[in-house]
């Protein structure tokens, strides 16, 4: 695991903590925001993913 991957999962799990608690509190904007942060994430995971298997190769 390099840390694109370990970035991209931590921002994805803190995206999705504030997406639920915007929807518990109905907090519009923390729910949009976490959506994004969670979206990003999952981008930055996939670039760490992409860097690990070329360095494998």
């Keep these: 695991m390099n840390k694109h991957q ?10 999705k903590t504030k ?3 915007g929807k518990v509190t109905d907090d519009k904007g923390k729910e949009y925001k976490g959506k994004a942060e969670k979206h990003i994430g999952k981008g930055q995971a996939k670039v760490g993913d992409m860097n690990d298997s070329d360095a494998k190769k």
């Design 6 to 15: 370990v970035e991209g999962t931590k921002k994805e799990v803190k995206g």
């Design 19 to 21: 997406e639920v608690a």
